[in-house]
Antibody
Framework: QVQLVESGGGVVQPGASLRLACAAS????????IHWVRQAPGKGLEWVSL????????YYADSVKGRFSISRDNGKNTMYLQMNSLRAEDTALYYC??????????????????WGQGTPVTVSS | SSELTQGPAVSVALGQTVTITCQGN??????PSWYRQRPGQAPILVFS???NRPSEIPDRLSGSRSGNTASLTITGAQAEDEAVYYC??????????FGGGTELTVL
């Protein structure tokens, strides 16, 4: 079955770096757009980043642009999120999610059909 | 920049009907998706597009869109519907957006 498992979270000081991983199973990430979404403690969901299925395009939320970088290793079926210059406001549970789209009925829609359980990141001095 | 706006909280009596709304300019061009998140759990999809509902989601949940407003309606709310509901869509830049979430309480 489809599964996404995040890892790499931890406690770091401001200005430090972390690399999160999202290991996929039950499907090939080379056929899907994979996103990172985060949730600060007690807060709502915040979209962070997207990598197109073929890796040809990346998108970032303004809050992380220039500091975070998304990448994929199709051979390992794993997505990554490199996070540099971390700030206290980056403290959150980081989820990866698979997105699927459908245009078979004359209109297009998309959604996140599978989510991981998240990996926690705490940025604190 | 684009954003999606949801009311922070809504309550409904057991068995009654409740509608959760989501407003944003991106909804004029893109269908939203809706997610339910219970405490300590990852979000799950409950509705997307015009009429797409995962098989495990009861048909008392339905969605609609008109202009810049999308709605998720729960007809005959049950205790297990109590959760935070988020809307999401893409915007014209290719990024994705989430609403701030609406906490549903079933009385």
């Amino acid at each position: 079955q489809v599964q996404l498992v995040e890892s790499g979270g931890g406690v770091v000081q401001p200005g430090a770096s972390l690399r999160l991983a999202c290991a996929a199973s039950g499907f090939s990430i080379s056929n899907y757009e994979i996103h990172w979404v985060r949730q600060a403690p007690g807060k709502g969901l915040e979209w962070v980043s997207l990598s197109w299925y073929d890796g040809s395009a990346e998108y970032y939320a303004d809050s992380v642009k220039g500091r975070f970088s998304i990448s994929r290793d199709n051979g390992k079926n794993t997505m990554y999120l490199q996070m540099n210059s971390l700030r206290a406001e980056d403290t959150a549970l980081y989820y990866c999610a698979r997105e699927v789209g459908d245009d078979s009925r004359g209109f297009y829609y998309e959604h996140f059909d599978h989510w991981g359980q998240g990996t926690p990141v705490t940025v604190s001095s | 920049s684009s954003e999606l706006t949801q009311g922070p909280a809504v309550s409904v009596a057991l068995g009654q009907t409740v509608t959760i709304t989501c407003q944003g300019n991106s909804l004029r061009n893109y269908y939203p998706s809706w997610y339910r998140q219970r405490p300590g759990q990852a979000p799950i999809l409950v509705f997307s597009g015009k009429d797409n509902r995962p098989s495990e989601i009861p048909d008392r949940l339905s969605g609609s869109r008109s202009g810049n407003t999308a709605s998720l309606t729960i007809t005959g709310a049950q205790a297990e519907d109590e959760a935070v509901y988020y809307c999401a869509s893409r915007d014209d830049s290719g990024s994705r957006l989430f609403g701030g979430g609406t906490e549903l309480t079933v009385l």
